[in-house]
């Protein structure tokens, strides 16, 4: 089955730095890759996503891309803020379409 | 849209009691996912559903779990009966697919259930 790894299981960066999570996948005929940010005692909630027609995607200070060859992808967080401290989960589809989550990204951003 | 709706949001049990966790899906979804998550494992998919129908509950633990969907706005968890190992956040997860397959769509997570089975 589907197997998504991610890395690291903990990032400490200064306020105003980038943070990158990177995550690989082995199921060739995955096509869906979400990225999550879960806080404190709240459910997982998407902030963005990418499909595998598509190498880059942006959203305001987050972004992701895609690398279907190499069966990896990576999310971006500029500017980094105290309220982007959080756990970052990838996540990717198998081939029945259900997500397989990576372990999770502890994020912790420090004034 | 209130979001995914789960009850209750905390549940203290002892081992050995029947425990069962609800859910409600976001309206017009048609795919409805029990996840757990806990420290050692991640986020775990135990069953999904799609027009109300189980679709895999290959990730349910043991016989001691069930699910049911009797309709598109209700959704049950049990756990009968309850053991230590089983103290988890359970989470509850939607979305909208086309054509009866849950590729490649949005999942809406609720707040989650934590267990505690003393």
């Known amino acids: 089955g589907e197997n998504v790894e991610q890395h690291p299981s903990t990032l400490s960066v200064q306020e105003g730095d980038s943070a990158v999570i990177k995550c690989t996948y082995s199921?060739?005929?995955?096509?869906?890759f979400p990225w999550y940010k879960q806080e404190l005692g709240k459910g997982p909630q998407l902030i963005i996503d990418?499909?595998?027609?598509?190498g880059e995607k942006k959203d305001q200070r987050i972004a992701v891309t895609l690398n279907k060859t190499a069966k990896h992808f990576s999310l971006h967080i500029t500017e980094t803020q105290p309220e982007d401290s959080a756990v970052y989960f990838c996540?990717?589809?198998?081939?029945?379409?259900?997500?397989?989550f990576g372990a999770g990204t502890q994020v912790v951003v420090t004034p | 849209d209130a979001g995914v709706i789960q009850s209750p949001r905390h549940e203290v049990t002892e081992m050995g009691q029947e425990v069962t966790l609800r859910c409600k899906p976001i309206?017009?979804?048609?795919?409805l996912f029990w996840y757990r998550q806990t420290m050692m494992r991640g986020l775990e998919l135990l069953i999904y559903?799609?027009?109300?129908?189980?679709?895999?509950d290959s990730g349910m633990p043991e016989d001691r779990f069930s699910a049911k969907m009797p309709n598109a706005s209700f959704s049950t968890l049990k756990i009968q009966p309850s053991e230590p190992r089983d103290s988890a956040v359970y989470f509850c997860?939607?979305?909208?697919?086309?054509?009866?397959?849950?590729?490649?769509?949005?999942?809406?997570f609720g707040p989650g259930t934590r267990l505690t089975v003393l």
């Open positions: 309206s017009g979804h048609n795919s």
């Open positions: 996540a990717s589809t198998d081939s029945w379409g259900k997500f397989q």
């Open positions: 990418i499909r595998s027609n598509v």
């Open positions: 559903f799609n027009n109300n129908v189980p679709i895999d």
């Open positions: 199921d060739s005929a995955s096509n869906y």
């Open positions: 997860a939607s979305s909208s697919s086309r054509s009866g397959s849950t590729r490649g769509g949005e999942q809406f």
